[in-house]
């Protein structure tokens, strides 16, 4: 049933593109393959976080996304970004082909999935994987601005966001080279997030560092610790994000915070901690997850009731 529609769909987007979106160009995605796009999109479906970001940033609103990691609705960070109305198609790695044939796309960017779902969508119109997992979110954004043709777009954000790396750094000060402990909490318990998450990536770029303790490989983030180990989550300031304003997470840190393990730390008991938005800070992120993580760190460092720490840190 799902080809018979895809065939279908092919025959009216191939009616239906516009005399300027005809021309079309070789791309590679993420894993090397040649695509065929055209050469000016302008019906762009975005099936994950850091594909719709990337898109927004470089000036364009697509027609159609999924919903923000572990939200019902568009990423919580971006609604401000977002110029015009978007189309829902689905959850995370959960895209409703149905939805998607409606739209007639003439360029959908992608997450990785699995073959036969990268086959299905490309029967609906050119698909293009733009990351792999772990890769830093400039290469991906360097990529996903060559797929839309929009090189001199992506220049541009670039050199804005290399401002802000620069007025983020004079607002840091003599905090600059000190750690930050970034923490996932889950229903179960709490996570750190390992060193070459998203969020380390801004981390670094800012002057700062992520603890001793949390330099594990990968960017994925640890096993929820018990509150016996939550000595792990120590740093100079810390971070702590759920990826939803509410629920079974939420909860468990609320009550995790009256435990005597949890008010213990000295991050803690210093006030240099602060609640973020998980989506933002503990997923795959892209340009415009980017500036929002530094405006955080700022903001983090510069708590008017932060005190110094009772020791230093042991390595």
Same mark, same amino acid.
């Given at each position: 049933?799902?080809?018979?529609?895809?065939?279908?769909?092919?025959?009216?987007?191939?009616?239906?593109?516009?005399?300027?979106?005809?021309?079309?160009?070789?791309?590679?995605?993420?894993?090397?393959?040649?695509?065929?796009?055209?050469?000016?999109?302008?019906?762009?479906?975005?099936?994950?976080?850091?594909?719709?970001?990337?898109?927004?940033?470089?000036?364009?609103?697509?027609?159609?996304?999924?919903?923000?990691?572990?939200?019902?609705?568009?990423?919580?960070?971006?609604?401000?970004?977002?110029?015009?109305?978007?189309?829902?198609?689905?959850?995370?790695?959960?895209?409703?082909?149905?939805?998607?044939?409606?739209?007639?796309?003439?360029?959908?960017?992608?997450?990785?999935?699995?073959?036969?779902?990268?086959?299905?969508?490309?029967?609906?119109?050119?698909?293009?994987?733009?990351?792999?997992?772990?890769?830093?979110?400039?290469?991906?954004?360097?990529?996903?601005?060559?797929?839309?043709?929009?090189?001199?777009?992506?220049?541009?954000?670039?050199?804005?966001?290399?401002? /802000?790396?620069?007025? !983020? +750094?004079?607002?840091?000060?003599? &905090?600059?080279? *000190?750690? $930050?402990?970034?923490? @996932?909490?889950?229903?179960?318990?709490?996570?750190?997030?390992?060193?070459?998450?998203?969020?380390?990536?801004?981390?670094?770029?800012?002057?700062?560092?992520?603890?001793?303790?949390?330099?594990?490989?990968?960017?994925?983030?640890?096993?929820?610790?018990?509150?016996?180990?939550?000595?792990?989550?120590?740093?100079?300031?810390?971070?702590?994000?759920?990826?939803?304003?509410?629920?079974?997470?939420?909860? /468990?840190?609320?009550? !995790? +915070?009256?435990?005597?393990?949890? &008010?213990?730390? *000295?991050? $803690?008991?210093?006030? @240099?901690?602060?609640?973020?938005?998980?989506?933002?800070?503990?997923?795959?992120?892209?340009?415009?997850?980017?500036?929002?993580?530094?405006?955080?760190?700022?903001?983090?460092?510069?708590?008017?009731?932060?005190?110094?720490?009772?020791?230093?840190?042991?390595?």
């Amino acid at each position: 049933m799902l080809f018979r529609h895809a065939a279908l769909a092919l025959a009216l987007i191939f009616t239906s593109i516009t005399a300027s979106a005809e021309a079309t160009r070789v791309v590679k995605d993420a894993q090397g393959n040649e695509v065929i796009v055209p050469e000016t999109p302008l019906r762009v479906i975005t099936l994950s976080e850091i594909d719709l970001d990337a898109t927004i940033a470089l000036g364009m609103t697509p027609i159609g996304t999924v919903n923000g990691r572990g939200q019902q609705t568009l990423p919580r960070y971006l609604m401000s970004e977002i110029a015009g109305p978007i189309q829902i198609v689905g959850d995370l790695n959960r895209p409703n082909m149905e939805a998607i044939l409606e739209l007639e796309p003439d360029l959908i960017l992608t997450m990785p999935n699995r073959p036969e779902v990268i086959a299905l969508l490309n029967e609906i119109a050119p698909t293009v994987v733009t990351f792999s997992y772990g890769e830093n979110w400039q290469n991906v954004f360097t990529r996903t601005a060559n797929i839309l043709n929009r090189n001199e777009q992506a220049s541009a954000f670039m050199t804005r966001y290399n401002q /802000a790396v620069t007025d !983020a +750094k004079a607002a840091i000060g003599d &905090k600059l080279g *000190q750690s $930050i402990s970034v923490v @996932r909490w889950n229903p179960k318990g709490p996570a750190y997030m390992f060193r070459d998450s998203f969020a380390s990536q801004v981390i670094y770029d800012a002057g700062m560092v992520r603890p001793p303790h949390q330099q594990d490989k990968g960017h994925t983030h640890s096993q929820s610790l018990s509150l016996e180990a939550l000595h792990h989550l120590e740093g100079d300031w810390m971070v702590i994000g759920t990826l939803s304003t509410n629920g079974e997470a939420v909860d /468990a840190m609320e009550q !995790a +915070k009256s435990t005597p393990a949890f &008010k213990q730390l *000295q991050v $803690i008991q210093a006030q @240099r901690y602060a609640a973020v938005d998980g989506s933002l800070w503990t997923s795959v992120g892209g340009p415009l997850a980017a500036l929002s993580v530094l405006k955080d760190i700022v903001n983090l460092v510069n708590q008017p009731t932060a005190t110094p720490l009772a020791r230093t840190l042991e390595p």
